[in-house]
């Protein structure tokens, strides 16, 4: 206590310690008071901080009216105390910005409101603000600046986003009044729709159907193609009897020459045997010469007729052939030509007829010219009777003539419709070659229509299931449509609506442990910052080590002078809280414990500052103002640890700042008592292991100097 007498007196009646040390008690307050005042809340004085506008903006047309984005903004700016703004030309602006007449400067460009205008364009514009600090005259003036811009684009955004959301709206009433439409088409789509279905299954059984009779069709084509080969076979067989028919004919011709000869001769006969009949009977030898005469002409004209009885039998048996080889081709023909050569068949059948009557009357011509040869007695004696019936002989030889002229005119007949049986048989050969080729390629592409059928039945099939989900889809449109329209129709949009799509997100800010301003912010770390810089203030107007007397031990050394010390600093520190509550009004959760942790943290930058320049003088001190760097740079007061280099980030721990920062944030913001009395606990730390160094030096000096004093 006598040593700690000494200091206060030593004090007290020493003016030059005195002073300082009365100045120093103010030394905490007017680093943390006067730091925090000029920052306590900077953003309540942007209204003076001079902030130039160009607007250069020429406005454009949007959906009819027109649109003036740069103007707006200017209003809005006008009426906002976000900075001191003014509003100059673009050369005037920029001048002034260069003179530091301005922070920064705001361009608002020529297409500015063209560009809000391209947001539906293939190739959509954003509007670009031109932002011009000059950092060189405040970069944080700057950086506020940013912010500031932040909330102009957004307020710019919401205006532009408003204007859309305006024509949108109109738009959908527009489009509401288009799906009606759309419903309605949409419900004549599905009516259409049912009926491509109802058709669509007709389709599908018509085509089913045709699928069944194309293979009947196929069968009935094979079996024409087959029958076409047969014709084809009867025709060549009808031209083989043709030809020999043809032959048969030829003999017949000639033959009928002869008979026509004969029966010319017959006739010439007649009358030479009427003009020579009255002289049969005086000239029977002449009688019996023209007996042997007529024998032999009879014998001739046997053998002519037994040769045309043949070539007829040749003919009837080619026109049999021939009849029954074109009954198919004759009920073809058109009905002309079926009369035509139905009579040519009839004309022939009569002449077989008469081709046997006459091989029969030769027969019996030859067999009365043999009697006639061996009865010629009978002859002479029955003259008489032959002289009284020449007349009547001589009219039938005439007749026979005539006969047989009649048949040589119907041969000829016969010649011109045979010729033109034969070119008919001919073409008709020809024309059954052509059908069956015909035939043959028709049934090859019967097997691609069965086959194309088959397919079609199945696209069909595929045809009627999509048509029924095409009904079912259109059906399902026509109703969502209808709904979309109600829906459409009942939007009733007003400024409210377009403020809320604008701006459809609010940001509730809802905070943990408000920090009002700046300057509470900061306040933990400037009135550390306050003490540690009177602790070390206080180092150099007051002796750390040399005694107002003798002290007689280390304790009463140290205790005299740490108590000296602690009271100064719990002074330095209350005036500092004082202050700070009571002139800047700065808020805390608990008073007593926030004046209970300033007195520690006080004490502990007292005890700090103590062993170092103590034991080592002014190094000392030196080191404490290094610590004080370190401390400033790493205890988080102002920007966060993990934001700083990871370098500097590991002597947070180590350093009586860092603790003290965040038992302040505890005591001043969060109201965490318990963060604020861990970091207590660990300034006490700190404090007791100065306080025990501090000890153990003035231990080691009083040994030195004071030791034999005291014991004298």
Request: net charge negative.
């Amino acid at each position: 206590m006598h040593l700690l007498k000494e200091e206060l007196r030593h004090i007290f009646t020493n003016r030059k310690i005195r002073v300082p040390i009365i100045a120093l008690l103010f030394i905490p307050v007017l680093y943390s008071g006067m730091f925090l005042w000029a920052f306590w809340d900077p953003y309540a004085h942007m209204d003076d901080l001079p902030v130039v506008i160009v607007n250069e903006d020429k406005g454009a047309s949007f959906e009819g009216e027109h649109l003036a984005l740069g103007d707006e903004l200017v209003d809005k700016l006008k009426d906002s105390d976000n900075f001191k703004f003014d509003f100059k030309s673009k050369k005037d602006a920029y001048k002034g910005l260069k003179n530091q007449d301005y922070y920064l400067l705001v361009e608002i460009p020529d297409n500015f409101s063209e560009n809000a205008t391209t947001l539906m364009d293939d190739e959509p514009k954003k509007l670009d603000l031109v932002y011009v600090p000059n950092e060189s005259y405040n970069f944080l003036a700057s950086q506020i600046g940013e912010t500031a811009m932040e909330k102009i684009k957004a307020s710019l955004s919401e205006k532009v986003t408003e204007t859309y959301a305006d024509t949108i709206f109109s738009k959908i009433t527009d489009m509401a009044d288009g799906i009606g439409q759309a419903s309605d088409g949409a419900g004549k789509l599905s009516d259409g729709s049912n009926e491509l279905k109802d058709g669509t299954a007709t389709l599908h059984e018509k085509l089913a159907e045709l699928a069944s009779k194309s293979i009947e069709f196929k069968e009935g084509m094979y079996t024409a193609n087959n029958g076409s080969k047969e014709l084809a076979s009867g025709l060549n067989t009808l031209n083989q009897g043709l030809a020999e028919l043809g032959k048969g004919h030829s003999t017949l011709t000639s033959l009928t020459g002869d008979l026509a000869a004969g029966s010319q001769g017959l006739a010439d006969g007649v009358s030479a045997a009427k003009a020579g009949i009255d002289q049969i009977n005086g000239n029977m030898p002449a009688l019996k010469n023209g007996a042997a005469s007529v024998e032999a002409g009879a014998k001739s004209l046997s053998e002519n007729l037994a040769q045309f009885q043949q070539g007829m039998q040749s003919v009837n048996a080619g026109m049999t052939q021939f009849k029954n080889s074109m009954n198919d081709v004759i009920a073809q023909m058109p009905p002309e030509k079926q009369k035509e050569v139905l009579t040519l068949f009839a004309s022939l059948d009569q002449l077989s007829k008469s081709s046997v009557e006459l091989s029969n009357g030769a027969n019996k011509l030859h067999g009365g010219a043999e009697q006639l040869n061996k009865g010629q007695e009978q002859l002479a004696a029955g003259i008489g009777q032959l002289a009284t019936r020449t007349p009547e002989l001589e009219a039938g030889a005439g007749k026979l003539a005539k006969g047989v002229k009649d048949f040589q005119a119907g041969m000829k007949t016969y010649d011109q419709k045979f010729a033109e049986a034969q070119n008919g048989a001919n073409k008709l050969v020809t024309g059954a070659g052509t059908l069956s080729g015909g035939l043959n390629q028709l049934a090859d592409g019967t097997d691609k229509i069965t086959s194309g059928a088959g397919q079609l039945e199945e696209g069909a099939k595929k045809i009627a299931d999509g048509t029924k989900e095409v009904s079912d889809g259109s059906k399902e449109l026509a109703d969502k449509l209808s709904e979309g329209a109600d829906e459409a129709t009942s939007v009733h949009a007003d400024d409210k609506t377009f403020n809320m799509m604008a701006s459809p997100v609010k940001v509730k800010n809802e905070k943990i442990n408000e920090v009002p301003n700046y300057g509470t912010g900061f306040a933990p770390y400037f009135i550390s910052l306050g003490l540690f810089v009177g602790a070390l203030l206080l180092s150099i107007v007051f002796p750390l080590k040399e005694p107002a007397a003798i002290p007689r031990n280390a304790w009463n050394w140290f205790t005299s002078k740490f108590t000296i010390l602690s009271a100064i600093g719990i002074v330095q520190g209350l005036i500092a809280a004082a202050v700070l509550i009571l002139g800047l009004g700065l808020e805390v959760k608990n008073i007593p414990l926030f004046l209970l942790f300033v007195i520690a943290t006080s004490i502990t930058f007292v005890a700090l500052i103590q062993f170092f320049v103590t034991a080592f003088g002014d190094p000392g001190r030196f080191i404490a103002i290094l610590i004080l760097i370190f401390q400033l740079t790493t205890s988080a007061g102002t920007f966060p640890l993990e934001v700083i280099p990871g370098f500097l980030q590991h002597f947070n721990a180590f350093l009586p700042m860092t603790y003290t920062v965040q038992g302040f944030k505890a005591v001043i913001s969060s109201g965490d008592y318990s963060v604020m009395w861990h970091n207590l606990f660990i300034l006490i730390g700190f404090m007791a292991i100065f306080m025990i160094g501090s000890l153990g030096y003035f231990k080691l000096m009083h040994k030195r100097q004071f030791k034999t004093l005291v014991q004298d």
